[in-house]
């Protein structure tokens, strides 16, 4: 080999390894949630929305599925999906959990007496990570109208305040998400999921809530 083939091989392998380097020290933040976390027909979603006000520090993945229940026993349950697992496997730094609103559907609220035990099993089955991730909980958006089973009046009245006992239970962080959206249904496309300027605020309220300064920990205890 010459050897401006090898000072070439070596810059490459620098390179590599300083893009390597990069990527692992980025704040990881998983986004969990229904099709309002997923984007439906949106070009810009919430997380993508995040990822630009976060920067490049930061790794933001949408881990969202439309219809989506926090319940187990609801029609389609958040548990049973791979995003679920894959959200779980990455070891993120930060999770945003932002479900309920499907929920509040008749067919799904008759479990209502299973949604905080249930909420706080899903809290900490992120806590419990070896990532030892911050976790938030989010306060649905309002519904404006009531549709596809959806109930504005079950979401502010019930579901509201169910996910703020499990964040007193779990000691996660709550991100309001039910007031600034107060009065701004023109900021939905159908009463019940953001456009792309609600979408943006979504993402805006969420970076709010974070830390001003947030630093990636040092080391990672290994997954058993």
């Known amino acids: 080999m010459t050897p401006s083939f090898l000072r070439a091989f070596a810059v490459a392998v620098c390179l590599l390894i300083g893009v390597q380097a990069q990527a692992q020290n980025k704040i ?27 920067g490049e520090s930061f ?95 079950i979401v502010k009245n019930e579901i509201i305040p169910a996910v703020q006992q499990v964040a007193r239970q779990t000691k996660a962080q709550t991100i309001d998400l039910y007031t600034p959206f107060l009065g701004k249904a023109s900021l939905t496309y159908d009463a019940i999921h953001p456009n792309e300027e609600g979408a943006a605020l979504l993402a805006a309220e969420v970076r709010k809530a974070l830390p001003k300064k947030m630093k990636k920990k040092a080391k990672r205890s290994k997954a058993v």
């Open 28 to 54: 990881k933040v998983a986004c969990v949630g229904n099709s309002i976390t997923a984007g439906t027909r949106l070009k810009q979603t919430y997380p993508m929305a995040l990822q630009q006000l976060l």
């Open 59 to 153: 790794e933001v993945r949408n881990y969202g599925v439309g219809s989506r229940t926090l319940l187990k026993k609801g029609d389609f349950p958040y548990w049973k999906e791979a995003q679920y697992q894959d959200a779980l496997g990455w070891q993120p730094d930060i999770v945003i959990i932002k479900l309920g609103t499907n929920d509040s559907k008749p067919q799904n609220w008759k479990f209502k007496d299973e949604f905080v035990p249930n909420y706080v099993e899903l809290v900490n089955s992120f806590q419990n990570l070896p990532s030892k991730p911050k976790v938030y909980v989010c306060l649905p958006l309002p519904a404006f109208e009531d549709k596809w089973g959806i109930t504005g009046s």
